[in-house]
């Protein structure tokens, strides 16, 4: 999941290097931390959360395939 969810975070944004994601497993979901740059945050969540919400349901799909649950977190760097 963390690899697919930074290619295409990073395919977004204009700073690919200040991409990271952080996977924390927990005991029935998985949590996907996305940090990017205060600049980028506007184009990973997109026109009223819609890249946001895609990328989740990607996400979502491609857990569901192993039988996982994930949520998926944007943040800012400080």
């Known amino acids: 999941m ?3 969810v930074e290619m295409i975070v990073k395919a977004l944004v204009d700073d690919p290097p ?10 029935s979901i998985n949590v996907l931390e996305i940090t990017v740059s205060p600049d980028d945050v506007g ?27 994930v949520t998926v977190e944007i943040m800012t760097k400080d």
């Open 18 to 27: 200040g991409v990271s994601v952080v996977e924390t497993e927990g005991e």
């Open 43 to 69: 184009k990973v969540i997109g026109k009223e959360g819609r890249i946001a919400n895609a990328i989740r349901t990607v996400t979502k799909a491609a857990a569901a395939k192993h039988d996982k649950r």
């Open 2 to 4: 963390k690899e697919l």
